[in-house]
């Protein structure tokens, strides 16, 4: 097998709690997959939502990562140092027309389309701007565009942007830099070519890919792994109150499994070092379930 030697994956957590173990799968997804094609892989820390940031997780974070044997190849990189780049892309696109701004709630669009699906509202009426209220958003204008990708794990996808939600915010109301723009920002500063992440982030994929088409950035490869869920079916998250991993060899194994992967049956009597030799020389993306969601009940 040829291996690639311009791949740079990364994992990017937001800092709004400890390390749990679905964020761990995750993490292991893409560091065994970078690390098995001679790649390099950054961690990038999600910091932008400042409100949702708990103080000292960033710490806890990187301490459990270390702790589980993940190195990272080059500095921790954060998504707040990209805050002037996001509003100069913004800027740009907003000369060109492609956004607008939008004074609709929540409320107000569930009333049109209960789905949560843009009706376009403010673009219809052409409403002016008035940089003087605060409290608008922008969107891009998504016309009739028209999505289609492969996924590496789930297979081939194919969206129109109008019916899966309209034109999105690139700009909150609250004035933060949405999601989905920084996300592309991001990936296009930290030159990511592989992007593996969990299967509750695919809607987002044609959404992206359309920015990244727009601002003619490179298109990196994705893969969306299953979301990990608890007893009740409910994502492992912060939200849901999902616990710390504990850091051994046991929590690292369970992680393999869940991904599909086939290890040595002496492994439970491993080192940490040992497990991601095995893990690495044996990685095989193919074998990563292709459905939505597992459980774990441990």
Not at 37 to 60: A, C, E, F, L, Y
Not at 147 to 163: P, V, W
Not at 200 to 212: A, G, H, I, R, V
């Amino acid at each position: 097998m040829i291996k690639q030697t311009n791949y740079r994956g990364r994992f990017a957590p937001s800092p709004t709690g400890d390390l749990h173990f679905g964020s761990l799968v995750t993490a292991m997804a893409s560091y065994a997959d970078a690390r098995s094609n001679n790649g390099n892989w950054i961690v990038r820390i999600d910091d932008i939502d400042k409100p949702r940031v708990q103080k000292g997780s960033t710490q806890s974070i990187l301490h459990t990562l270390e702790a589980l044997g993940f190195f990272w190849d080059e500095r921790v990189y954060y998504q707040s140092e990209n805050k002037q780049y996001y509003l100069q892309i913004i800027d740009d696109l907003y000369k060109k027309n492609t956004l607008y701004p939008c004074y609709c709630t929540r409320k107000e669009i569930l009333s049109v389309d209960p789905s949560g699906n843009y009706p376009g509202t403010c673009k219809i009426k052409h409403r002016p701007f008035d940089n003087k209220q605060k409290n608008y958003a922008l969107r891009v204008d998504v016309n009739n565009q028209k999505i289609s990708f492969n996924d590496l794990i789930q297979g081939e996808f194919n969206y129109k942007l109008c019916e899966l939600s309209g034109d999105f915010i690139v700009y909150r109301s609250d004035q933060i830099t949405a999601y989905l723009m920084a996300f592309v920002a991001d990936v296009y500063i930290d030159k990511v070519s592989h992007i593996i992440r969990g299967f509750d982030l695919l809607e987002s994929t044609p959404k992206q890919l359309f920015l990244q088409q727009l601002l003619s950035y490179p298109i990196p490869q994705y893969a969306h792994i299953p979301i990990i869920s608890n007893s009740n079916g409910i994502k492992l998250s912060k939200s849901s109150h999902a616990k710390a991993v504990d850091i051994n060899i046991n929590t690292l194994i369970n992680a393999a499994k869940i991904l599909g992967q086939t290890l040595d049956n002496r492994i439970d009597n491993a080192t940490i070092n040992e497990f991601w030799q095995e893990l690495i020389s044996h990685w095989d993306i193919n074998k990563v379930p292709k459905v939505k969601s597992i459980l774990f009940s441990g």
